[in-house]
C-alpha cells in the first residue's frame, strides 16, 4: 500500500511556542490531505482539509490562525500549531489520498506535548 | 447531519469469532470503511463496502445494508494481536469534500488468552 510518513513523531514543546508538523506521501501524489486530531480512547476529529495549491477548509470549532495549514506539494502538508498551550497536546494524524483512489492512506501520527 | 454508533468495547477470547457492528445515519452515502487502530499508532485500513454484501478478506468480513444504513466487521479465529480499537467511517459526499471520512468513536476490543 501507499505510504504517508509524519514528521515528527513526538514533540514536546513550551506554551506559546509554535510547532510544526510535516505530512508527506512518499510513493504516490496526494491530491488532497486531511488533518485529524484524536485523545486518549478517542476517535478521530477532522480538523481540516487540504487540497494541493489552495487554502484548506478548516472544520467547525477549528481556529484556522492557530492551526495553519500549507499544502504546497503533491507530495508534502504542514501543520502549525502557534502559541501551543497544553490543551492543544494530542495526537495529531495526517492522511493522503490520490486523485483517483478511494483510500486514504494514513500517517504515523504525532504526539505533541505542551508544558 | 451525520451520526455514526458503534459500541464502545467488546471483549472476547482467543481462537472465537467476534461481531462488531455499526450503525449510520448520513444525508448521503458513498462507502464504508473499518480501521484497526492500535494504541498510540495510525489507523491502518481494513475494508471497504460500496454494495450491500459481504466481502471477505482473510480473517476479517465486512457486511453492509445501505437500506438499513447498518455493517459489521467479522473477525474470526481470533488472535491476541487483534486487540485494538476498530473504526467504522463513513464517505458522505454531501458533507463537503467527497473525500472526506466521517469516523465512529471505535470499538475497543480486548482479546483474552
Known sequence: GAVVSQHPSRVICKSGTSVKIECRSLDFQATTMFWYRQFPKKSLMLMATSNEGSKATYEQ??????????????????????????????????????RESYEQYFGPGTRLTVT | ???????????????????????YQTS??????????HAGEAPTFLSYNVLDGLE??????????????????????????????????????????????????????????
Not at chain 1, 61 to 81: C, P, Q, Y
Not at chain 2, 28 to 37: A, E
Request: net charge neutral.
Open chain 2, 28 to 37: 448521503g452515502f458513498n462507502g464504508l470503511f473499518w480501521y484497526q487502530q
Open chain 2, 56 to 113: 471477505e478478506k482473510g480473517r476479517f468480513s465486512s457486511f453492509l445494508s445501505r437500506s438499513k444504513g447498518y455493517s459489521y466487521l467479522l473477525l474470526k479465529e481470533l488472535q491476541m494481536k487483534d486487540s485494538a480499537s476498530y473504526l467504522c467511517a463513513v464517505r458522505d459526499p454531501s458533507s463537503g469534500s467527497a473525500r472526506q471520512l466521517t469516523f465512529g468513536s471505535g470499538t475497543q476490543l480486548t482479546v483474552l488468552p
Open chain 1, 61 to 98: 470549532g477549528v481556529e484556522k490562525d492557530k492551526f495553519l495549514i500549507n499544502h504546497a506539494s503533491l507530495t508534502l502538508s504542514t501543520l502549525t500549531v502557534t502559541s501551543a498551550h497544553p490543551e492543544d497536546s494530542s495526537f495529531y494524524i495526517c492522511s493522503a489520498r490520490g
Open chain 2, 1 to 23: 447531519g451525520q451520526n455514526i454508533d458503534q459500541p464502545t468495547e467488546m471483549t472476547a477470547t482467543e481462537g472465537a469469532i467476534v461481531q462488531i457492528n455499526c450503525t
